[in-house]
């Protein structure tokens, strides 16, 4: 049994708890970015950029799936039945949210067997991909963040009077 | 014995994970997205340069220093 993610998913729902009890509209963007990357983002008002964060994370997710014939995910594999792989990429993996949940629950059961050249590459590929959602992650929470007071202008300052061409001294 | 995969195939292998890392590194605290692709292409094509220079200049140290 895969005990370090469970751990790992114990303290990550922990974090985004606090941060939804923190501020709703932020933290709740936080989770929405985890279940699919750059959702949180269209969430926000940001579509392209969630669209553009979306397409990068899936892309590479996707690329590593296919190179190892969709076996790169086996959270709870036992050393014995998955020869030649480590439950170590799960932790990296868990980050892709919903695309590792339901690959994992589609794919189980399904592990490495013998001559698969890329995959090492393929875990690499899936695991790089949960990662890069932390930097999404930390992005939706750090785009939506209310400007600070200072850069506000002043409501009711009245502009200066531009001088008129040609006015003389 | 044949290695399972080529340096060749490593390197190619390796190029769209990097870019990958450039673009999403690019876009976070901007705002316009055309400005953070162009900004993530030029430091995918410098970051690839500098790893492949540095990993061959390292080769050749290491050959140096065994071949003494």
């Not at chain 1, 750059?38 to 553009?52: E, V």
């Not at chain 1, 939706?140 to 400007?147: C, G, R, V």
Request: proline content about 4%; aromatic content about 10%; charged content about 15%.
């Amino acid at each position: 049994m895969n005990t370090l993610l469970l751990e790992e998913a114990m303290i990550t729902f922990a974090l985004i708890a606090y941060l939804i009890a923190r501020d709703q509209r932020r933290g709740v963007a936080v989770l929405l970015s985890w279940l699919v990357p750059g959702l949180g983002h269209m969430r926000l008002g940001h579509r392209s950029r969630g669209l553009f964060l979306f397409a990068i994370v899936a892309a590479l997710f996707l690329a590593g799936l296919v190179m190892c014939d969709f076996r790169a995910v086996a959270p709870f594999a036992a050393h014995g039945e998955a020869t030649g792989r480590h439950d170590v990429w799960a932790l990296a993996q868990f980050f892709n949210g919903l695309f590792f949940a339901v690959t994992a629950a589609v794919t189980h059961g399904s592990y490495k067997v013998k001559d698969m050249p890329f995959y090492a590459t393929g875990c690499l590929y899936t695991a790089v991909a949960g990662l890069l959602n932390v930097l999404v992650m930390l992005d939706a929470w750090d785009i939506s963040a209310p400007l600070p007071a200072t850069d506000l202008a002043p409501v009711n300052a009245a502009a200066p009077a531009a001088p008129k061409e040609g006015a003389s001294s | 014995m044949k290695p399972a995969v080529t340096l060749l195939e490593n390197i190619l292998l390796f190029l769209p994970v990097n870019y990958a890392v450039c673009l999403v590194c690019s876009t976070l605290r901007r705002k316009d997205m055309q400005t953070a692709f162009r900004q993530g292409t030029r430091l995918f094509i410098g970051m690839t340069i500098a790893v492949i220079a540095g990993c061959a200049a390292l080769y050749f140290v290491m050959e140096f220093i065994l071949a003494r």
